[in-house]
């Protein structure tokens, strides 16, 4: 009766440090994803902020934009540190660059640049974007 006793005793240890154990690890778990979306960290590969580089130099754009002054359109600069590197924004402002548009800096229209596909207009995007992005 007494060593029943003990080994149900033990079982109920056992339980409750299992419990403990798949609680404080939900706790760790929440804490790190916290951290990411505070912290907004996106990795690019440099390779296409170069391509991205090189397409705009071999089109319209810098007739109407320059990388540290406004012209027609906004600076680069203005625009990366307007817009953070992320999914969302490198997402609009490619279907803006297709689409064309006003309104986000003024009531001038930027024209519309349908022959561009979306994965080229992306890499356009994340070079304009790196250049707020500090180096090291
Ligand atoms: C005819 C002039 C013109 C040309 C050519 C042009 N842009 Fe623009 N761009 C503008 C204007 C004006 C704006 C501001 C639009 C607004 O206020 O929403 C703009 C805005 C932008 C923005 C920011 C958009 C936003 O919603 O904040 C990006 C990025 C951009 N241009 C990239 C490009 C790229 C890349 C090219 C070449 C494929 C290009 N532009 C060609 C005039 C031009």
Request: glycine fraction near 6%; hydrophobic fraction near 40%.
């Amino acid at each position: 009766m007494k060593l029943n006793f003990i080994i149900s005793g033990c079982i109920f240890m056992a339980a409750l440090s299992s419990n403990y154990t798949a609680f404080s690890q939900t706790k760790k778990v929440t804490k790190t994803v916290v951290k990411t979306t505070t912290v907004h960290k996106m990795t690019v590969n440099p390779q296409e902020i170069a391509q991205g580089k090189a397409l705009i130099a071999s089109l319209d754009c810098m007739g109407c934009h320059n990388v540290q002054n406004k012209m027609v359109g906004p600076a680069y600069m203005d625009v990366a540190k307007k817009y953070p590197m992320t999914t969302a924004n490198i997402n609009t402002l490619s279907q803006k660059i297709i689409a064309g548009g006003s309104g986000n800096w003024g009531p001038v229209a930027m024209s519309p640049h349908p022959a561009l596909t979306s994965p080229d207009a992306k890499k356009m995007v994340k070079y304009i974007l790196s250049l707020n992005v500090k180096k090291g």
